[in-house]
């Protein structure tokens, strides 16, 4: 499955942004997704993931209650809802598709080239 991160941009702290994952060539409906970020001069690290119907996620403590994953099977698109953002939520953020929802990205084998989110303070 291709991938293709979009939604990223500069934002205030405490604004909103959503991200969205489209996914082509592949059913997406028979892959678990999720997404990760990496900030400069860090590793990369899991957000959230969501399982093939949707209707279990998991999130990273640091974004618990403020950021918010979903899909749409039907538009073969994820999305990740980021409400209060606050500076250290700037990274680039990546989509990614596994077989199974997961915290490690050695679950995922497609990735998304991702998209940069800037949080000003």
């Excluded at 980021?82 to 915290?103: F, H």
Aim: glycine letters at 10%; proline letters at 2%; a positive charge.
């Amino acid at each position: 499955v291709q991938l293709q991160a979009s939604g990223g941009g500069l934002k205030q702290a405490g604004g909103s942004l959503r991200l969205s994952c489209v996914a082509s060539e592949g059913i997406f409906s028979s892959y678990a997704m999720a997404w990760f970020r990496q900030a400069a001069g860090k590793e990369r690290e899991f957000v959230a993931s969501t399982n093939r119907a949707g209707d279990a996620m998991a999130y990273a403590a640091s974004v618990e209650g403020r950021f918010t994953i979903s899909r749409d099977n039907v538009k073969n698109t994820a999305y990740l809802q980021m409400n209060n953002l606050d500076p250290t939520d700037t990274a680039k953020y990546y989509c990614a598709a596994g077989s199974t929802p997961g915290r490690s990205d050695r679950w995922y084998t497609s990735w998304g080239r991702g998209t940069v989110v800037t949080v000003s303070s």
